[in-house]
């Protein structure tokens, strides 16, 4: 079956970085785009960004895009996600989820979630 | 960026009646080339990461059961819940995927009246 296994829970203190990873199994790892999206406690969900498995493209939300940095690892058929200088508000779960759409494209509807990874930021 | 909106903020239903949660963004994702609303619909119980339930508006995700409609295109969007049941229980959301970045609505959590 398909699984999106993230890494565990990480502490951080504000300005430091902190790397995400996301190993899938069950699926061809590079016919699919991976989504990161995020959760603050007690919100919503906001769109962090998509890579592209296949080749490595990259889409980020403009709030992030000079923060974040999204890698694939096709051998181990995992995907990373560094977010950089980081803030209090930065606090949340952050999922990764398989992207299923037309062709690997960030225009996708997210049909297989990772278990998240909660990142506090904290001094 | 494309807002999306829902409404109720929140809803209690029996069980056995309907739920109907509404979603309009504020800008039509339905891309005319392909006449596919790129709209979707999740389930998040506590704890838990989203399932997704609905794409492309109105098309059921595998072992969804059938309870879960969706319907609606343009900027007006409806997801209902025939009979609601107990599992039910959970909020949910609406995600337009047309144009990056690709925004979720705040949710609507449903519970048991």
């Known amino acids: 079956q398909i699984q999106l296994v993230q890494s565990g829970g990480e502490v951080k203190k504000p300005g430091a970085s902190v790397k995400v990873s996301c190993k899938a199994s069950g699926y061809s790892f590079t016919n699919y785009g991976i989504t990161w999206v995020r959760q603050a406690p007690g919100q919503g969900l906001e769109w962090v960004g998509w890579?592209?498995?296949?080749?490595?493209?990259?889409r980020y939300a403009q709030k992030f895009q000079d923060r974040v940095v999204m890698t694939t690892d096709t051998s181990t058929s995992t995907a990373f996600m560094e977010l950089r200088s980081l803030r209090s508000d930065d606090t949340a779960v952050y999922y990764c989820?398989?992207?299923?759409?037309?062709?690997?494209?960030?225009?996708?509807?997210?049909?297989?979630w990772g278990q998240g990874t909660l990142v506090t930021v904290s001094s | 960026d494309i807002v999306m909106t829902q409404s109720p903020d929140s809803l209690a239903v029996s069980l056995g009646e309907r739920a109907t949660i509404n979603c309009r963004s504020s800008?039509?994702?339905?891309?005319?080339?392909?006449?596919?609303?790129?709209l979707a619909w999740y389930q998040q119980k506590p704890g838990q990461p989203p399932k997704l339930l609905i794409y492309?508006?109105?098309t059921r995700e595998s072992g969804v059961p059938v309870r879960f409609s969706g319907s609606g295109s343009g900027t007006d969007f409806t997801l209902t819940i025939s009979s609601l049941q107990a599992e039910d229980v959970a909020v949910y959301y609406c995600q337009q995927y047309y144009i990056a970045p690709f925004t979720f609505g705040p949710g609507t959590k449903v519970d048991i009246k």
């Open positions: 492309w508006a109105s």
């Open positions: 890579i592209s498995a296949d080749n490595g493209n990259t």
């Open positions: 989820a398989r992207g299923r759409g037309i062709g690997v494209v960030p225009a996708a509807c997210l049909d297989n």
């Open positions: 800008q039509s994702v339905l891309k005319n080339s392909n006449n596919n609303n790129y």
